[in-house]
């Protein structure tokens, strides 16, 4: 049991914190990331992509229903948003000390750790251990 409490803990917390992110991004719009986007030459309606993996994923992950599925989108998501924003930063501490992308990391690595592990027992699809 301690085990799917753990994994229930990881769940809500990682995926709570990402979907913060993207209510933001529905309040605000996502022009800045097609702004982004244009610069590396890619069209700008790839970035609603981003609903995907700071929405529908984040959600998933809470309810526990297609938990790896949406965990990968966040992992998706992470590895999009370090290349397009952030790579000037990847080899970089930051003021305080730490890495200078502690919080990408954190998301990234906890949305893996996730996808690996699955939802566990106390999540919508725990109930027969399927789609989760």
Do not use: C
């Not at 769940?11 to 991004?25: D, F, P």
């Not at 609603?48 to 297609?66: A, K, M």
């Not at 890495?99 to 939802?119: H, K, N, P, Y």
């Amino acid at each position: 049991m301690s085990d799917d409490v753990g994994k229930l803990i990881l769940r809500v917390s990682v995926a709570l914190l990402m979907l913060l992110h993207g209510i933001a991004k529905l309040q605000g719009g996502v022009g800045g990331i097609a702004g982004m986007l244009a610069g590396y030459g890619l069209p700008g309606f790839l970035a609603y992509g981003v609903y995907l993996g700071e929405v529908v994923g984040p959600i998933l992950v809470i309810i526990g229903l297609f938990t790896r599925i949406g965990a990968l989108l966040m992992v998706g998501n992470m590895l999009v948003a370090i290349a397009l924003a952030h790579m000037s930063e990847l080899f970089t501490i930051g003021q305080m000390g730490g890495w200078a992308l502690e919080t990408q990391g954190l998301f990234l690595f906890g949305s893996v750790a996730i996808a690996l592990l699955g939802a566990g027992r106390l999540s919508i699809g725990g109930v027969h251990g399927r789609y989760n």
